[in-house]
């Protein structure tokens, strides 16, 4: 069935770098997009960015601009996100989830990776 | 950049009806989806394109998207619909934009 896994939970020091991956199972993988999101501890939802497997096209949240690299590798039909200069308030839970665009919303999701900020 | 605004939290009675509201300047221009998340768990798609349900959520959940302010609406609330509820929203410049996220409580 359609599945998204996510790599094992990650505790990393400030300004250090951090790459999570998000592979695919079930599905033609440069069919859709893959999205970005993470939760802060207690908090909401919040979209990083997007990639189109199918080409590698990347679009990023301002928020993220220049910190954020979204990139996929199309052998292993597997989706990485990797977040530098890390800070304390990146501690959260990372999750991708893949974009039906033929209803605008995020139909399946991973199982979220925690990263953890700390000195 | 767009902002979308939810209630932190609302309380139902089981068997009652919730109503969980998201507000947008002008959010009946852009699709509304609603995403259900429970404790330690991945947020699942409950509602996309203003109203419409994915299959296997049950009628139980309806929404709505009228001028500035989208509702999920639960009929019926059982206890198993105990959870946190998102609103999300697609914006041309800001891309895909979330709510705080509201805290429905079954009492």
């Known amino acids: 069935q359609v599945q998204l896994v996510q790599s094992g939970a990650e505790v990393k020091k400030p300004g250090a770098s951090v790459k999570v991956s998000c592979k695919t199972f079930g599905y033609p993988f440069t069919g859709y997009y893959i999205q970005w999101l993470r939760q802060a501890p207690g908090q909401g939802l919040e979209w990083m960015g997007r990639?189109?497997?199918?080409?590698?096209?990347?679009d990023y949240a301002q928020k993220f601009q220049g910190r954020v690299t979204l990139t996929r590798d199309t052998s292993m039909n597997t989706a990485y996100m990797e977040l530098s200069g890390l800070r304390s308030d990146d501690t959260a839970v990372y999750y991708c989830a893949r974009e039906k665009t033929t209803i605008s919303a995020f139909d399946v999701w991973g199982q979220g990776t925690m990263v953890t900020v700390s000195s | 950049s767009y902002e979308l605004t939810q209630p932190p939290s609302v309380s139902v009675s089981p068997g009652q009806t919730a109503n969980i509201t998201c507000s947008g300047d002008?959010?009946?221009?852009?699709?509304a989806c609603w995403y259900q998340q429970k404790p330690g768990q991945s947020p699942v798609l409950v509602i996309y394109r203003d109203s419409k349900r994915p299959s296997g959520i049950p009628e139980r959940f309806s929404a709505s998207n009228s001028g500035n302010t989208a509702t999920l609406t639960i009929s019926g609330t059982q206890a198993i619909d105990e959870a946190d509820y998102h609103c999300q929203a697609w914006d041309g410049s800001s891309l895909f934009v979330f709510g705080s996220g509201t805290k429905v409580t079954v009492l």
């Open positions: 002008e959010l009946e221009k852009r699709y």
């Open positions: 990639i189109n497997p199918n080409g590698g096209g990347t």
